[in-house]
């Protein structure tokens, strides 16, 4: 039964979301559930009770007029409009976007972390005068070094993904099976992606914890001073990592929950794919679904290296009005 149910679906994937549509698509169920279950009593085995539902409600061409949506079939309509995204393509999407989340974000923590090289090389140059060039030198050399770790990192995961460049390029979509395995993954993410949200925001804010507690125990110069700078950058790229990388694996599920367009029964099999915009251009969608973790980030560092909180908050209602031109002028 759940082959006819599957069937069913993909038959009215594609067409409006109207109340007539649904009201067909449920007679239909209904038909084809009482033809199966009149088969089956008559000893029909279960592939071959599948077989002829099939080829009995099959064509939706030949039942519209009688189902009373002739006026939403048109031919083939009932194929989707573009190429099936089958479960298991969905899998190996979501397997390839988290690594493709994991090297983002790692790459974002090198490029942070490349200002500790020369913090750590300078300390040490104050403790051996002798060789404080050579470790001036090394320092800054490590700076580059580390940049050019985290940027490679940035390549290397932008051209791997290169691969599912068809998904943003050609029109796909997900039949109710696929659909219903991405919700469920996402579901099941949300609480690991709001611990990692939260322990991301949490480090960006306790990274001016240790000045501060190193500052009332020793002199904030010298060692102590750099340390506890060099922590500070440590711990927002601790928390920038963790942001990034799950905001982008949700990214990904929320991504193919809108290859179905929501003006069609096919965009509304789950409330996932309900009221969320539709950006006309797929590097807008990309920015926008990390929007308002990255300006969380900007405005904890801002906040934090400057501690100009008086200013720093004009960020919020800046990033609102971005957020509303980009979805007045970018979506569909």
């Known amino acids: 039964m759940d082959t006819i149910k599957s069937y069913l679906e993909s038959m009215f994937l594609n067409l409006p979301n109207t109340p007539e549509v649904y009201r067909a698509k449920s007679e239909l169920l209904q038909m084809m559930e009482d033809k199966y279950t009149e088969l089956k009593e008559n000893g029909k085995t279960e592939n071959e009770a599948i077989g002829i539902v099939i080829s009995e409600f099959g064509n939706l061409d030949e039942l519209a007029e009688d189902l009373g949506i002739s006026s939403f079939v048109q031919p083939n309509s009932q194929m989707p409009a573009g190429k099936t995204l089958s479960l298991e393509d969905a899998r190996r999407y979501l397997a390839d976007h988290a690594k493709h989340a994991y090297l983002t974000a790692l790459g974002v923590m090198f490029c942070i972390l490349s200002v500790c090289g020369p913090i750590f090389f300078s300390t040490a140059a104050e403790f ?20 050019a770790i985290g940027v490679g990192l940035l390549v290397y995961s932008n051209v791997t993904i290169g691969s599912w460049k068809h998904l943003k390029t050609e029109r796909y979509v997900t039949d109710f099976a696929t659909t219903e395995y991405i919700h469920h993954g996402m579901e099941n993410y949300k609480s690991t992606y709001a611990m990692l949200l939260t322990i991301g925001i949490i ?56 290859l179905n367009e ?41 906040s934090f290296l400057s501690f100009d909180w008086y200013i720093t908050w004009i960020i919020w209602p800046i990033a609102a009005i971005i957020q509303a031109l980009v979805k007045n002028t970018m979506t569909k």
């Not at 404080?132 to 940049?147: E, K, M, N, P, R």
């Not at 002199?219 to 982008?248: E, Q």
């Not at 539709?278 to 900007?298: D, E, G, Q, R």
């Open 128 to 147: 051996s005068p002798r060789y404080a060039d050579l470790l001036d030198s090394l320092g800054g050399a490590s700076l580059f070094l580390i940049v």
């Open 203 to 258: 480090l960006c804010i306790l990274s001016v914890l240790p000045s501060i507690i190193f500052d009332a125990i020793w002199d904030s110069t010298g060692f102590w001073g750099d340390f506890s700078g060099a922590l500070l950058f440590i711990f927002v790229a601790i928390g920038v990592f963790l942001i990034v990388m799950a905001s982008m694996k949700l990214g990904s599920y929320k991504q193919l929950l809108h």
């Open 262 to 302: 929501q003006d069609t029964v096919g965009g509304n099999y789950v409330p996932n794919q309900q009221n969320e915009p539709k950006y006309i251009n797929p590097t807008t969608a990309a920015i926008m679904s990390v929007f308002w973790p990255t300006v969380t980030c900007l405005y904890l560092i801002w």
